[in-house]
């Protein structure tokens, strides 16, 4: 028997055959007595059928079962088959004699070698992105297929890694699941996983004989563990798990439509945390009751540049239209701490989590505020729209937002511009501060949403990037829970409302507490909608 540890980047169990992929290595000659020329021309028809290829990826995963936001990644990908910067690395490389594919292998290896090398993990999990698209012209130039996996038949995958291209292309009906001993959780690879429900595990670090190719596999995402060849009576204690969750789900597609109501008729919301427009395909398709999240913060991690207030509003008018009349609420960017983008500047810290981040850099660059809440603004007017201010630790600070608010208003006011002047402006709880404060602060804000992740680590002197300490970041830790109540009543007692947006709201080991104690709303990624409102739903609080 063969069994291997990772992380799970989606819950549930597959079992089935499993098919080893072993990626072709193609030798590259560095010879430097090439013709330039002829070169440049092998590399741009190389990357020209690139770009053609990524375009069709996109349309295949927009009409497919993956939807919009994940069909961006193609897009993605074809802006960086296009990035100047590359380009200009491939051809100096070029110019001192090499071939077209040397010159991308060394220019991919290079940038991907500068993301893998940046402290933040979404920054970080673009390497693969990079290596992938070096791999993809390459295999171009050099008149190679870019069908590089296929499959016959339902099975379990593993490799040393996947692409995003390889697994958007397989029928998703063949793919129990898939297993890689590189990669990361914050791949774009594992956010497909999850997009489309693919039980996988990455990171093994290990890896699995050939000689087990075709044997039986169990991938068991909920402990991380990947198995070959089990004993038959653990064999089967899983297929009847794996047949179980199968048809729960199943059944929880009955669910749609029906209302978040308990037993004894208490009603919560279920909204959907989304981190852009396309998105919003995905909460309307799990028939959430709104977006409770929008991390706006995305637009500024996928720019070269500041985005513009007609970029941002494109973006934000989008989702609100696809929503309308269900609600939107927006958080203005969270740049900093785990989430950099290199044109901000911001200086190296020993202390990211606790130093200068989102709403912070808006007090020395007031502009970046009053450009989002100008574009936030704007989109109101076509739709049902709020706002919500993350990292907020004093009144004086909520002040500040409400008088760059006051501002803005003013300024469209005068540009002839239609916006709901009323449009809601909320704060995120995600400091302890702001939760004990709560009474002071409900007098200002006009609704609370709690950012547990943040506020467990701050709560318990706990970095969440920090593997080692996971076994003590308790997320069930009586402190915690005590500042949510508190933050809720404290809302309740100036009549506004008060959600969840952080990863407790879908711990189904906290929903009755969290019902108790009146929580309005519960945001969730797209995929636990109804496996919420399954709880909700059978849940009787007054017994």
């Not at 890694?161 to 699941?177: N, T, Y």
């Not at 209302?259 to 998105?279: A, Q």
């Not at 958080?331 to 606790?354: H, S, V, W």
């Not at 200068?356 to 850099?361: A, C, F, T």
Request: with cysteine; glycine share 6%.
């Amino acid at each position: 028997m063969t069994e291997l540890t990772g992380k799970s980047v989606f819950e549930g169990v597959a079992v089935g055959k499993l098919k080893i992929i072993v990626h072709q290595k193609v030798e590259i000659s560095d010879r430097t007595d090439c013709d330039p020329e002829n070169e440049k021309r092998r590399f741009f028809e190389g990357r020209e059928k690139t770009c053609e290829y990524l375009d069709s990826l996109y349309r295949r995963a927009l009409a497919g079962k993956v939807g919009g936001a994940e069909a961006e990644i193609f897009s993605m990908h074809k802006m960086m088959a296009e990035d100047l910067d590359f380009e200009d690395g491939v051809m100096a490389s070029i110019a001192e004699g090499h071939t077209a594919e040397y010159a991308v292998k060394k220019t991919g290896e290079e940038l991907s070698a500068m993301f893998a090398s940046m402290e933040d993990s979404y920054m970080k999990a673009r390497a693969a992105d990079v290596a992938d698209v070096a791999g993809q012209i390459n295999r171009n130039i050099m008149g190679l297929s870019s069908e590089t996996v296929t499959v016959e038949e339902p099975c379990i995958l593993f490799a040393e890694d996947f692409s995003p291209s390889e697994i958007v292309k397989i029928d998703s009906a063949k793919l129990l699941g898939f297993v890689t001993s590189g990669g990361s959780p914050n791949s774009h690879t594992a956010i497909l996983a999850r997009t489309l429900g693919i039980p996988a595990i990455v990171a093994t670090q290990e890896g699995i004989s050939f000689e087990c190719d075709g044997h039986t596999a169990v991938i068991d995402c909920d402990g991380g563990k990947v198995f070959v060849d089990l004993p038959a009576a653990e064999l089967k204690k899983y297929t009847d798990r794996a047949k179980a969750l199968a048809a729960a789900k199943e059944a929880r597609n009955a669910l749609i439509g029906k209302p978040n109501e308990t037993l004894d008729g208490k009603r919560i919301e279920v909204y959907c945390n989304i981190g852009n427009s396309s998105d919003a395909d995905l909460a309307v398709k799990n028939d959430a009751g709104g977006i409770g999240l929008f991390r706006s913060e995305f637009l500024y991690l996928e720019s070269d540049d500041y985005p513009t207030e007609e970029e941002q509003f494109e973006q934000y008018r989008s989702t609100v239209e696809k929503m309308n009349p269900k609600p939107v609420i927006i958080r203005t960017m969270d740049i900093g701490a785990d989430k950099q983008a290199d044109y901000f500047g911001l200086d190296k810290e020993d202390n990211p989590a606790l130093g200068y981040r989102s709403l912070r850099i808006c007090f020395d660059r007031p502009e970046i505020m009053e450009t989002q809440l100008a574009a936030l603004y704007r989109a109101s007017a076509y739709g049902n729209l709020s706002v919500m201010i993350p990292m907020i630790i004093s009144e004086s600070e909520l002040d500040w937002v409400l008088d760059v608010a006051a501002k803005v208003r003013k300024n469209l006011t005068e540009r002839g511009v239609a916006f709901n002047e009323k449009m809601p402006i909320g704060i995120m709880i995600e400091t302890p501060a702001a939760a004990i404060i709560s009474d002071v602060l409900a007098k200002k804000a006009a609704f609370f949403s709690i950012g547990t992740n943040d506020l467990t680590q701050y709560t318990l002197a706990v970095d969440r990037q920090n593997a080692k300490l996971e076994k003590i970041c308790d997320k069930h830790h009586p402190a915690l829970l005590r500042l949510i109540e508190t933050t809720v009543k404290n809302a309740h007692k100036e009549g506004k409302w008060v959600g969840i947006c952080g990863e407790l709201g879908r711990d189904l080991t906290l929903t009755e507490f969290f019902l108790r104690i009146g929580v309005d709303e519960l945001s969730v990624s797209p995929a636990y909608v109804l496996p919420l409102r399954e709880k909700i739903r059978s849940l009787d609080l007054s017994k």
